[in-house]
């Protein structure tokens, strides 16, 4: 066992290094902020946003003095607004194409008036939506991440009745697992979701694991359509051997139970860290275990800086907290005394002319006592198969699934990150729900449903 322990701070250091990391603005700062927006006519920041939202509107509602009905204009087009004004990467989406950028080198600050229009709402306990009148149609949504959820609430004011169904006791899936505790705060992530479900319709059943508690051809018996939001559960391999080691972790494992924690100050962390991944998730982890106390804190990357999937900004915030990032390694063999981990091997890469990776042969080596695979996930396509058959297409490991989220399945749409072909970010799993469930809608109208079943009891 290396160096992993607990209370490596002093206990009033942990509430300061997960507090929240970018704080709210203020209203005066919303109002000056706001009135940098020039307002554009067809404005590249709308084009930009996987949701469309229309920020000149909800910023110049802002400026003139109406943030209910700035929060209105968010929440329309993405329920998940208020966290999403919180964790999407603005600097690559909407801020990234601001035309303020080409004038003064800084663009509209998108992300925080978001967030402030969102956050005056929530204080204010004003409900925005309700549940249309009921159709008599019935939707099982599997996964209570943005996807399902997105997709839950569209249908709930569509006046279908909707069952979601989520493999955790609480919803809200990355937002309350997954991302970093820094970033989301407070409880909005559990608000967020408590504020989404009050538009009532909805029922939710946790503790359900597809292919475990539930079956796909039973919700598609009981229910007139099914909605996959399931994400990705399965974990990548680092590629070489690394069974029955101690101190090798799962990235988003250890987010979730960091995210979970009532005691930071209890939960162990290595002095060395080593982080195997280049998206945001390795940033997270990173970042995390260096504000729990871990000492010498290193990314490694396979390729380039401008291959990692996380942004410029993720990646600078890294190196502020005190992360190195090394990159064009690979990683051979976990070096072990007794059993334990102490150290990676690695090799360095380059790429070749074809654009595949190749080792160079040349070697070092990075003592660790923890190292954390952030290097993707995987569908767990096991509650697919029927008969030995898989009843679903896929591409990629992922399902296939056309722009509104219908799968080869009859009845069976799917959205966010278990989708071939997406964006692994919150804000389009959002979108991927609120198209599915347009579809589903338009596909009762037209009266291409069969004729309904009697409903399962148990789904009401």
């Known amino acids: 066992m290396g160096d992993i322990r607990d209370k490596r701070l002093p206990p009033e250091q942990y509430a300061r290094n997960f507090a929240d990391s970018h704080p709210p603005l203020t209203p005066a700062q919303a109002l000056v902020e706001a009135d940098r927006c020039y307002f554009c006519y067809d404005a590249p920041c709308v084009q930009s946003c996987p949701t469309a939202i229309d920020i000149p509107s909800f910023i110049r509602k802002i400026a003139t003095g109406d943030p209910k009905g700035a929060a209105k204009d968010i929440l329309t087009q993405n329920i998940m607004g208020s966290v999403c004004a919180r964790v999407c990467p603005t600097e690559v989406l909407c801020e990234g194409v601001c035309v303020r950028t080409a004038q003064e080198e800084r663009p509209v600050r998108i992300g925080a008036l978001q967030r402030y229009a969102t956050d005056w709402l929530f204080d204010a306990g004003v409900q925005l939506f309700k549940a249309g009148p009921a159709s008599g149609r019935h939707v099982a949504v599997v996964g209570g991440g943005p996807a399902g959820l997105g997709c839950a609430h569209r249908l709930a004011t569509l006046g279908h009745k909707v069952t979601v169904f989520d493999a955790r006791p609480k919803l809200g899936g990355l937002n309350e697992y997954g991302v970093a505790a820094y970033k989301v705060t407070g409880g909005i992530a559990q608000h967020e979701v408590d504020y989404l479900l009050a538009v009532g319709n909805i029922d939710v059943q946790t503790g359900k694991v597809l292919g475990r508690d539930i079956a796909l051809a039973q919700l598609r018996r009981d229910h007139d359509a099914v909605f996959l939001g399931i994400g990705l559960a399965g974990v990548n391999g680092l590629g070489i051997e690394d069974g029955g080691i101690s101190g090798v972790h799962d990235a988003i494992k250890y987010i979730e139970t960091l995210r979970q924690a009532k005691d930071l100050s209890a939960l162990p962390v290595g002095r060395r860290i080593v982080v195997i991944g280049g998206g945001m998730t390795a940033i997270d982890i990173a970042c995390q275990t260096k504000r729990l106390g871990a000492e010498d804190v290193t990314i490694v990357y396979r390729r380039g800086a401008e291959q990692m999937g996380a942004s410029h900004k993720e990646r600078d915030w890294a190196q502020v907290n005190g992360v190195r990032i090394k990159h064009w390694s690979q990683p051979l063999r976990l070096v072990t005394a007794n059993g334990a981990l102490t150290g990676i091997e690695f090799e360095y890469t380059k790429a070749q002319a074809s654009g595949r990776l190749a080792g160079t042969g040349e070697k070092f080596t990075l003592e660790a006592d923890m190292v954390f695979k952030a290097i993707g996930q995987v569908l767990v396509t096991d509650p697919f198969v029927e008969g030995g058959k ?58 291409v449903l069969r004729a309904a079943p009697a409903k399962g009891a148990a789904h009401g």
């Open 390 to 447: 898989q009843v679903l297409e896929m591409r990629d490991g992922r399902i296939e699934a056309d722009d509104d989220g219908q799968t080869s399945l009859a009845g069976v749409w799917a959205g966010g990150d278990c989708v071939a072909g997406g964006l692994d970010l919150t804000v389009a799993a959002v979108e991927n729900g609120k198209r599915a469930a347009a579809s589903i809608d338009a596909w009762f109208h037209n009266n």
